[in-house]
């Protein structure tokens, strides 16, 4: 997808995202500061998309701030997002059923 790359390696994906695009499919990195924007990613890979909840519900239990509850995405994986103290922004996702999905041509 225009804005969006992802390199396969042995156990690990890289994924590039420009804020535009993570902005348009997510709604979580909004700000466009240098200073307030968001430049890092970092993805977690759970089990499944139970963990992802549960996950979620750990974190807001411990006062984490969070972008809203976990959806699911039209790359058929169940994420959830949040900031840390450095406000570096995490993605935790799980595969949906089916596994990685085709989005490259989708719009939100």
Do not use: M
């Amino acid at each position: 997808a225009e804005g969006f790359a992802d390199f396969q390696g042995e156990g690990v994906t890289l994924a590039a995202w420009e804020l535009d695009h993570i902005n348009r499919y997510t709604g979580v990195s909004k700000l466009r500061s240098p200073s307030h924007a968001h430049k890092v990613c970092v993805a977690v890979q759970l089990d499944t998309p139970a963990d992802i909840d549960r996950l979620h519900g750990e974190l807001s239990a411990k006062g984490v701030p969070l972008y809203g509850p976990p959806e699911n995405y039209v790359w058929n994986a169940r994420c959830a997002y949040f900031s840390d103290p450095d406000d570096t922004l995490w993605e935790l996702y799980a595969w949906l059923d089916g596994g990685p999905g085709d989005y490259h041509d989708e719009q939100p």
